[in-house]
């Protein structure tokens, strides 16, 4: 398979792409800058190109089967924050427009529901330091929900997504978010790149949020 991965370099994209190599898939890593990709991505190819120019990205990923997505905004960066659902929008073209009809991309666990119709982000014990990033990943989410013609898949992860080894002991599940037995919503980068490369093979859940968590 053939996958271009944006936001490559970041910390959860870099276990994505070591993800992807292992499994023996053809990678293109999409970069802001010509830095040298780090050594996790070697066999990798990379392709500098600014991901809000849509006729730029659509040849960035014209021949690949398959547009994945690592972006994500820090906290303290409110114009990246301000750019989660046109980015969205521009994968959405660029697929269009180069052929492609599989986009995964990473989500933020407050669009997931913790009950009927109510979502993780509008609980009032959601923190309110992570309350702008989780509003911009709910925007891109009503983005891709009004896309018919591709078959998208907003893979949201856990509550809590740390750096970790692989425990390999996580479900995935549709809409909701999922913990375990004593409420702990978690999930290490490593478990979330292996349930994310996962869905790129198998496309197990097409124009639909999932996440990933810890039984």
Same mark, same amino acid.
């Given at each position: ?6 936001? /490559? ?26 830095? =040298? ?17 849509? /006729? ?37 073209? =660029?697929?269009? =427009? ?16 913790? /009950? ?56 995935? +599940?549709? +809409? ?27 496309? /197990? ?7 990933? =968590?810890?039984?």
């Amino acid at each position: 398979m053939k996958i271009a991965l944006v936001g /490559a370099t970041g910390k959860i994209g870099q276990e994505i792409g070591k993800e992807i190599l292992q499994h023996q898939h053809s990678l293109t890593a999409l970069t802001r800058s010509n830095k =040298a990709l780090p050594a996790a991505l070697a066999g990798a190819q990379q392709k500098v190109v600014d991901i809000l120019d849509v /006729a730029a990205l659509t040849e960035a990923v014209r021949g690949h089967d398959v547009i994945a997505s690592a972006f994500g905004p820090a906290m303290d960066n409110p114009a990246a924050i301000g750019q989660v659902a046109d980015v969205a929008r521009a994968l959405i073209a =660029a697929a269009r =427009a180069a052929g492609i009809k599989r986009v995964v991309v990473i989500g933020g666990a407050g669009s997931l529901e913790v /009950a009927p119709g109510v979502q993780l982000v509008d609980i009032p014990e959601f923190p309110a330091i992570y309350k702008p990033v989780a509003l911009a990943h709910r925007e891109a989410f009503n983005v891709f929900r009004s896309v018919t013609d591709l078959d998208w898949t907003f893979f949201s992860p856990a509550a809590m997504i740390s750096p970790g080894e692989k425990k390999g002991n996580y479900r995935v +599940g549709e +809409g909701k978010l999922l913990a375990d037995a004593a409420g702990n919503s978690a999930i290490s980068y490593g478990d979330y790149a292996e349930a994310f490369v996962a869905e790129l093979e198998q496309g /197990a859940h097409r124009k639909a949020i999932i996440t990933v =968590a810890y039984n």
